[in-house]
């Protein structure tokens, strides 16, 4: 039981380098702007002249953003691992 929860719980986070509540405060921060987002696109689906770019540019922004994240955690499993990626 014990290993199930660290891998639910614990193994991710300190993948990123971030506490439990570190991680899941930049989680919330990503679903908030998603929730946004999705009403900007609905409002754009009725009224095509609003919200042009507004999701566009802000998913962009947030892939970059998770890129970066996600680059980082696979650089601390390889650390962790023992291995180095000469960046095949």
């Known amino acids: 039981m014990s290993s ?3 891998r639910l719980f614990r193994d991710h986070p300190r993948e ?3 506490t439990y509540l570190q991680h899941m405060a930049a989680s919330s921060r990503f679903g908030f702007k998603l929730i946004r987002l999705a009403a900007c696109a609905f ?7 609003v919200h042009k770019s507004t999701v566009s540019d802000a998913i962009r922004g ?13 650089e601390c499993r390889m ?4 291995v180095w ?3 095949l």
């Open 85 to 87: 990626d000469v960046g």
């Open 79 to 82: 650390r962790n691992a023992g």
């Open 16 to 18: 990123v380098s971030e």
């Open 62 to 74: 947030m892939a970059r953003d998770m890129g970066g994240r996600a680059e980082e955690a696979r």
């Open 4 to 6: 199930q929860f660290s």
């Open 43 to 49: 409002a754009h689906a009725i009224v095509p002249g």
